[in-house]
């Protein structure tokens, strides 16, 4: 009885309360209201905001300003469940509908691309934002096409594209167009994406004037968010004692306020024990991580290292239950997270890819129902499993053969081009810089997109400008593209794409991979140097972004691969 009358007791003064913050609010402008909001809407005064909403849309009703009414519809959603956050969104298409301030269309639907995003519904998140951008567009509306550009760059972040989101957070950061709050949290994401793409250059001054922001208008979620962007920093720098004590304080904060940021916390800190070999601290966090992914449905990409590393932790220490439970929670959110990031399919984990973890799951289930397995049984399990390493084994060795002799085939045809007489090389270096790569007596006709001819002058001038790019490596630059070459040469992209298409029978990309694949054939042959360093060296040295684009390129122009190619240049030096 004591326990009923203390909660009826703490109600009547929570709706005392309740009413003198109502009274109090009479007599307000809409704008003021509106600021009031704004002071309130911090997630320790969540009720207070609450009130303030309610009385703002009630007062719009009362005085049937439909502007106004789709303005306290917005406010209201903000502290509302999914279900109800969705009904006073749509409300507010309604009452604007026959309004001339269409604005209420692109900020509605805003609005409910961030409900999907804060229900881990990406794709309808991202048609919504969309949608909002198009409507702001439409109006020239330059602070709605800020919003709507800045949240499209927050979901590029979310799936990994950081450096092309960094640059939209970099573009509103450096402008003139958000307002103060909107500038901290736009640093905030900023700060993340330079972590996340390795650029920590400047990643320490950011920190500090945003703690610096946070403090002074005693902000405590902001101060918290460059707390852990401070972890995640030394996290990146491999500093992990120091990541662990920012992030303990982040968690704290965030933990308390049931905040959907204490899942990426979690993962740091796992990861920071990571780092540290202190694998019994990491499971601790990553179970934690775990749970609140289970309990909230809310996913994000770094999940699928969380479970790997589970999965190996508990199969290491022949615990095949919990081996087992953590494959079916990889494989639901891996489930999920492939319908939300359709191109990241190609990006599962080598080990765990979904077929093999399906192959293990079924036989940990047999194992378990039938604990008095036969020898038999045993021994064929383990025959199937050498018969398939032999078969792999036998594959790749074929698979290396092949391309040991693609590789063995095109050293020999370099040295025999380096055997050519010595006067036929003369003749072919005596040209002059200047002339074109290929002048035929009848130059074929090039016709640009409209379809008139190209005159033989700039034919001729691209064929030169070419030729120069050609003998001068020029084609070893960084970022080298079409429209940046077009412009070095003074002309236009078709004008280029069309000579070069003519005189080398291939595109662009074609062409200037066969340029870079082609002189490092070559070097590779003849710089003892330049075979000792590791690919990513020699992919940055001929003007590739990373080592993979490198081998891309060169698989496909030769047919190899640039490691074996130099292992086969070692063993014929050899022999």
Known sequence: ???????????????????????????????????????????????????????????????????????????????????????????????????????????????????YYKNDNLKAALDNYIVSLKYAQRQKDQKLIAYANLNIAYINSHIGRNVEAAKMFRHYYDSNELSESEHNQTRVNLINCYIESDQLDSVGVLIKEGLDYSTKNQNKYSVNQYLYLSGFSYLKQKKYEQAIGEFSKAYDYFSDIEDNNANYVLYSLGKSYEGLNDKKKTVEYFTKLDANVEKTNITFPDLRDVYTFLIDYYKDNDDTQKQLYYIDRFLKVDKKLDEQFKYLSTELPKKYDTPNLLREKENIINDLNNNKISLYASISVLLLILILFIYLYYKSKKTEKQYRKIAQDLIHSIEKKHMEPVEIQKNEFSQEETQPLIIEEVMPEIKDKTGNALSEDVTQSILKDLNTFESKGLFLKKGITLASL?????????????????????????????????????????????????????ADELGYNNVQAFSAAFKKKTGTTPAIYIKEIENSIIS
């Open 1 to 115: 009885m004591k326990r009923i009358f203390t909660f009826l007791l703490l109600s009547a003064n929570f709706f005392y309360a309740q009413k003198q913050l109502t009274d109090s609010l009479k007599g307000f402008s809409y704008a003021e209201l509106k600021k009031k909001f704004n002071d309130y809407d911090e997630k320790d005064k969540i009720q207070e905001s609450k009130i303030i909403a309610k009385y703002y849309l009630q007062k719009a009703k009362s005085e049937k300003n439909n502007l106004q009414m789709a303005e306290g519809y917005l406010l209201v959603h903000f502290n509302e469940d999914f279900p109800l956050a969705m009904k006073y969104i749509d409300s507010v298409f309604i009452v604007t509908k026959n309004t001339r301030e269409s604005s209420y269309d692109a900020i509605a639907y805003r609005m409910k691309g961030n409900l």
């Open 486 to 538: 077009a412009k070095t040469f003074k002309t236009n992209t078709a004008y280029l794409s069309e000579v070069i298409n003519t005189h080398q029978g291939k595109n662009f990309t074609t062409y200037l991979n066969d340029l870079r694949i082609d002189y490092v054939s070559e070097r590779l042959l003849e710089d003892k140097k330049l075979r000792s360093y590791k690919l990513p060296a020699i």
